[in-house]
């Protein structure tokens, strides 16, 4: 258990978990909150709202899909 940020790849974590550089999970990844991607890319937001999947995508806009 750590009480303080942790930084992977930097000495100046800005949350929780900061990692500076890529990953590689083999698993599933959860997001409780929803999903962020920001840097060299687009960003782009991914929510679960009850049955739905909201992808939104800075300066495009969004759609939904229903999960059913």
Known sequence: Y????IGIGTSSPKSSLD???NANF???VTAT???????????VTIQVVSNKLIFN???????TLFLY
Do not use: E, K, R
């Open 33 to 43: 909150n929803g999903f962020i991607s920001v840097g060299n890319t687009t960003p």
């Open 57 to 63: 995508v800075v300066g495009i806009g969004s759609t």
């Open 19 to 21: 990692v500076l550089g």
């Open 2 to 5: 750590v009480s303080d940020s």
């Open 26 to 28: 083999v698993g599933v």
